[in-house]
């Protein structure tokens, strides 16, 4: 039986155990159906099962040995990653400017951090994917344990990790992408290719593209290690299955016909949008991640603008562009606002 439909099951034991509300007690009452649901691993549920099945036909979804479900972000999953991979004094090749959970999980494994720089795209402001030839000289200078490479940057830009991933075998390095930008990418041939197939460890925020509740997310392995280990160091003893049950009905949903049109609709109004913007540049190799410059504006006059002006707000800004984040959530109702940029 799926989480969700344990979820729906009517339950007739008296639970004399944890939670204490009991899904009766309902003290903020705009969350009731969150009580409802919020169950433990008693025997009149059995929930523990039903997420192992969860987890196992989302393995065969995504192609991967395993996949596990977080329900602590993509920050536990890189925690995890580099838990599983590295030990105590392990070399561990970090960007500089990374998400801060790649420096602390390197930390917590008790790993010699050892950080590599990106080039900056000056017209942009936003930093290039990693340069292949550079990661080349820093394997085979430092001969890593563990690399982790953010692809797709949180603009969209992506590194081309299948010949990273063939480096990584090269120097004996376990390759971990932060993909939290980009778990859409498995469902749309017009989206960038996604790492899952290449990287030994890849980690997707279900909550920032693909239409997931914060911070739901996803560890995808395909080498000979398993985190479960790791992921029962970090975790809590008392996982929410509510939650849960939100990222097998998202993968669900991602993997339907109704999901995978979803996402080809979106990526066709904001092709649309962008090519009759013709007083915006535009920039990036995900067309979901809307990054916007215009001339004789920086990039926070330009976001100034957007928000007061056109009640558009971005999710990042730099001196040189705006970008706009989109993902399951974003209407054809609010993408048709964007039209009104004509004016800008
Ligand atoms: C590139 C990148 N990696 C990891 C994370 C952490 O993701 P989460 O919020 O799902 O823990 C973020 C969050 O902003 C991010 O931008």
Redesign the pocket.
């Known amino acids: 039986m799926s989480l969700i439909s344990i979820l729906k099951k009517k339950n007739r034991k008296y639970l004399f155990t944890t939670p204490s509300h009991n899904g009766n007690l309902c003290i903020m009452h705009k969350f009731y159906q969150w009580y409802r649901n919020d169950i433990s691993e008693v025997d009149a549920y059995n929930p523990q099962e039903a997420l192992s099945q969860a987890e196992e036909k989302a393995s065969q979804i995504y192609n991967t040995k395993s996949t596990h479900f977080l329900t602590n ?3 536990s999953g ?1 925690i995890a990653s580099v838990l599983t991979c590295c030990k105590k004094g392990d070399k561990i090749l970090i960007w500089k400017n990374s ?1 801060k ?1 790649h420096r602390n999980a390197s930390i917590l494994a008790g790993t010699e951090i050892i950080e590599y720089e990106l080039e900056l795209n000056k017209a942009w402001g936003v930093y290039k994917p990693i340069n292949t030839k550079a990661l080349e000289l820093l394997l085979k200078e430092n001969m890593p344990k563990a690399v982790i490479i ?1 692809s797709p940057s ?1 603009e969209g830009l992506v590194s081309d990790i299948k010949s990273i991933s063939e480096l990584c075998k090269k120097y004996n390095t376990y390759l971990i992408v ?1 993909e ?2 980009g778990a859409l990418y498995p469902f749309s041939d017009n989206l960038p290719q996604s790492a899952i197939p290449y990287a030994d460890f890849t980690v997707q ?1 279900l ?1 920032k593209t693909a239409g997931g509740i914060n ?1 739901t ?1 996803l560890l995808h392995c395909n080498c000979e290690l398993s985190p479960i280990e790791a992921l029962n160091m970090i975790n809590t003893t008392s996982p929410s299955y509510p939650m849960l049950a939100t990222i097998e009905a998202n993968i669900n949903y991602l993997n339907s016909s109704n999901g995978r049109k979803k996402i080809e609709r979106l990526i066709n109004n904001i092709k649309l949008i962008k090519s009759e913007l013709k007083n915006l540049e535009f920039f990036g190799d995900d067309v979901t991640k809307i990054n916007i410059k215009k001339e004789g504006l920086s990039g926070y006059e330009l976001s100034d603008i957007l928000f007061n002006k056109f009640n558009i707000e971005d999710e990042r800004t730099n001196e040189k562009s705006t970008m706009l984040l989109t993902g399951l959530g974003t209407t054809s109702r609010m993408l048709a606002k964007l039209f009104k940029l004509k004016k800008l």
């Open positions: 972000g993509s920050t890189i998400h959970c953010t949180y932060d939290a930008h925020s909550h911070p997310a």
